[in-house]
């Protein structure tokens, strides 16, 4: 007969163990294991107090009851801070506002679930004893690790939550922001074209440079502002995913920046690949634009290439331009940061081609020698 609730123990224990871990919801965790121990050790009630500022917070209950969640100071309980493992007490009197339900008499096991709070569980009958605590102790710990598991997994959602929020806000603030400041400055540009026509004679070539001057600096402000548009939405809607030849995209990049005629721009077999063409363009293009900004060669030379070894492929970006110190590699990925005082470059957008890399999960990183050339690397693996 021993032998016989010897195994019924271990078969109870295996299933109380087979209840915990089945999901990462706090809730459901204590419905699954709890429900299952009151229903196999005949209890009544089961319910969770934690350590919240000052206060005991009843943060789950079976039953649930009518009496709202507790907030009772902790010095008045200072008892429970005496428990390390377990402990059993017969009287109620003192616990009953820590009680999401009426006690009647009977037995209240209290187990400690160390920084997650203390559960207790409730038998209206004398049927909790020392050897049922020694027993379900392991259970109860292993509960308590699962509990903590729960807890950080919300707060990683809630903060993964708030993080979508902030991103979205700085999305809407970005577009916002790049409308309200590109309607005053094409504004200006406006006046200043009117200005050049009509008193072109009475400002004379030098008053005519400044205005043109002006108009430079407008034109970069407004590349500043669309660069920061560009780099706040990289990560939004994949919706326009399709297949993309990148010997098609590179011949009209090319055509579009029209390179100086010292500058020769060579398309090795590339492949076709999926992605929002949009960003694909922003990436080659924003190389193909930095190469062609610091070529510095009488005859400059810019190769585009894809090389598979048999294992990930990657595209290199070369040029024979002024090449950079190794110094600054990691620098130049960074927003806003410029190797030289450019008064035409962002310094957006290196830092917009790792983020579209990124994106696709893929790694950039560079080869340079100053005054012999760069080769950008980068690999788009999400995309082939």
Partial sequence: MKTEHHILDILQLHEYGMAIGQTLEYKKSCDLFLTLLLK?????????????DAQLLTTYA?????????????????????INDHLILKSFDHLQELTPITLEEGR??????????YLFLYSKKDNISSRDMAQIQPVIDKFCVHLKA?????????????????NQELSDYAHMVSHDLKSPLRSIEALLSWLKEDYKEALGAKGVQEI????KHLEKMEA?????????????????????DLNLLLD????????????????????TITADRFKIQQLFQNLLTNAIVNLDKPQGHIEIQFENDGGEGHFIVSDNGKGINPSYFNKIFEIFQKLENNSTSTGIGLSIVKKIVHFYGGNIWLESEEGV??????????TL
């Fill in 373 to 382: 050339g760069t080769r950008f690397f980068f690999t788009l693996p999400d």
């Fill in 62 to 82: 079976i039953p649930i009851g009518n009496k709202p969640q507790p907030r009772v100071l902790i010095k008045d309980f200072e008892m429970l801070d005496d």
């Fill in 252 to 271: 009209e990049i090319v055509g579009v920046l029209r390179p100086p005629h010292h500058i020769s721009v060579e398309v090795q077999k590339l492949p």
């Fill in 150 to 166: 729960c807890n950080a997994f919300k707060e990683q959602e809630n903060l993964l939550k708030d993080l979508e929020a902030q």
């Fill in 108 to 117: 209240l096991a209290i187990f400690s679930l160390k920084e997650q709070g």
């Fill in 224 to 244: 500043l502002i669309t660069g920061i548009l560009h780099y706040s939405s990289i990560d939004r809607d994949l919706s326009k995913q399709r297949p993309i």
């Fill in 40 to 52: 196999r050790k005949n209890l009544n009630a089961a319910w969770i107090i934690e350590k919240q």
């Fill in 212 to 215: 043109d001057h002006i108009g």
